[in-house]
């Protein structure tokens, strides 16, 4: 294979021209040594800023001339490897300056002594050729290769060759804290394993090293001092001040996990449970071990489970104190105290227990449902456990006692040869037709008697089963102790992500009971909600406090069919129903009421400042477009409801209009400050760094490929056509939003 070193672009073996840019293969170059574009070595003049090019026999010819900077082309078949920039045929602005040849170079070399004398000028000249702040950096991929800016006078560096030939593939980018060096894969294989390099970002001569090959995994750790990764299975640490690999160990399992220190924790294949510092031997933890964990904020604060399900505190050094056995399942909280459930997954009588690391265990309750339980943010639970009320008696009546229906006799038939005369014959017949009309209804209800009889012989069966299996009392641990909120059908229905939810309780009073007849032919479902909107009442609770759910609002569009607004709101609970219904709760009120705050809303709406800025897309039409609303007034229109999305300023809010499919993507738009501001059209993806909006747009499918633009200061520029990813910083799809929450 052919790499033509002009665009890039694979060529078989025995071309001699490039296929798509016509280029004679196997061209040498010059390098301008002013701007760096790369130009035929027949070439006299720069193609791009007209500087005059100096080739070797003019170095030759002139012992005396030594150029600024001399970039040569150590590549072969346009190797990665190498520190050649490729600079495409772009336009960068002031993103990327051009030099003219017209201009002379003596009041650049004045403006720069002058720099020396001025207060810290010399600390800006010192510093005018290192790299920037790595928010200004961008990595892209193209035609499976990597390429690197930093919106410097260089236009983008090609620094990868065979980047990934997976489009799909995101990739790996790291950058130093100060934005020195980064690290990135190249040579990827069919299991995603790749050549690990560490390159400086100021691009100069031999500034590429080489970490390791066959790479799956890699963090760089310790202040920017060592790297560990992953090698075919075995874990290394790579000093790169001293370009020293360690082997921390082999037939290291999946479950690693490695602190900003450089500390690793790691399991191998065999169990065996190790903590490795950098420049320290490995200690051994433990032998038998399946999983592990621990709190960011308190490394030396470790729990195990061993494969005999015996739960271990212990330290880095090795120190271990057993706390509990039969254990299937434990959740840490941040301070670094955490529950564990003992039993089983499918047990009747799992327990819950509460511990501070290196502190007692206290029993917060027996009989626990663990799937069902909510451990809180600041570390109290709501715990589900079995319910011994009969709430089967409370709420069903069974058919039957006093209602049997027994099988009408039908009524004699008169023939025609019993009668003396016709007309006592018509008047017998007459009298048997109006009896079997009674005969029939009777029948009719006497078959459905029978029928439902024996459907309902081993429904109530069914329904107590259903009943005993999803009905529990409701605990609250404050870290201390445990209080009974409530009794609970079913599970939680959460209206935010923190401590906010609501659930069905039985009624205080109930009018009449259930029949158990209504439940014929019905699914789990439905059965469901036939108990719940008879003999239920839906109730809000926040934490350990439960109010009633009061006003109009049918219970079953909270409970089973909302969605949360995305953001966060301290007091306020807003939530739209699947009849696009938009309402707010305020969780402080002493009665809960749902109020409407608008209606015909579609998408994810979304809240800004703690919710005193709320947006959401009202009147969608077919595909979801709809009318962009800000705090009830109308802001915008043909604005697809899904395409929402936060910003790393809290005062902006971006969203998509137009036609979004398979083959277009529409227009992106961003709200700020009262006023609207169009980026582009046709955008797929975009990414959002300091003031800049980084973007691809006009995507095709079938190529996997867009141009590569960056907005800032009301304009965009292009940085690269055919472009395939943005890998940093990272990207999100205009058409649609992950994010949930209220």
Known sequence: MKICKKCGAKNSDDALFCDYCGNKLGEEFVFCESCGEKNLSDALFCQKCGHKLIHEDDLEKDKNHIPEKEIKDDTKENDPKSDVKTIKDTKYDKYFSKKSSKKSAKPIIFAMILLLFVGGGFFLFKNLSKPKNPNNFICYEKNDQLYFSDFSKNAPYFIANNYHENPYFDGVVEFSSDGEFMLYGDDYDEYDNFSLYKRSTNFKKDNLEKIDGEVSSF????NDKDIIYNKDGSLYSYNLAKSKKEKIDSDVNDLYSISDNGRVLYRTNDNRFYVKELGKEKVKLASDVSEFTFDESNPDKIIFLNTNDTLYETTPSGEKQKVASNVFHYMLNKDASYYYFTGSYDGDNNKIYYKSFGGDSILVSKEVEQANTRIYPDGT???????????????????????????????????????????????????????????????????????????????????????????????YFDGKESKKVASAFNTLSFIDNDYNSVVYSPKETLDEKLNLSYLVDLDEYEIFNKIANATMDLKFINKGNIKKIGGDLESNEIYSEITPVVGNTENICYFLTSKNDFYKIDPNAEEIIPELYDSDVSGNPYVLNNGKDLFYVKNPDSIGNGDLYHNKEKIDSDVYGFSLAGSINENRIFYGKGNFTKSSDGELFYFENGKTQKIDDN????????????????????????????????KSELIDTDVNYLLYPTSQMVDESDMTGC
């Open 219 to 222: 963090r760089l750790v310790n």
């Open 683 to 714: 955008v797929q993806t975009f990414a959002e760094r300091d003031d800049k909006i980084y973007y691809i747009n006009d995507y095709s499918e079938k190529a996997m490929s867009g141009d590569l633009k960056v907005f800032s200061g009301n």
């Open 381 to 475: 639970a709501l715990v589900f456990t079995k319910s011994h009320d009969d709430l089967y008696s409370k709420i069903i009546e069974e058919p039957g006692a006093g209602k049997e229906i027994k099988k009408p006799t039908p009524p004699k038939y008169p023939y025609a040869y019993d009668f003396d005369t016709y007309e006592e014959y018509q008047a017998s017949y007459d009298e048997y037709l109006v009896e079997k009309d009674v005969y029939d209804v009777e029948y009719d209800a006497y078959r459905n008697y029978l029928n439902n009889s024996a459907k309902i012989q081993g429904l109530g069966d069914k329904v107590k089963e259903y009943l005993e299996k999803n009905y529990y009392d409701l605990y």
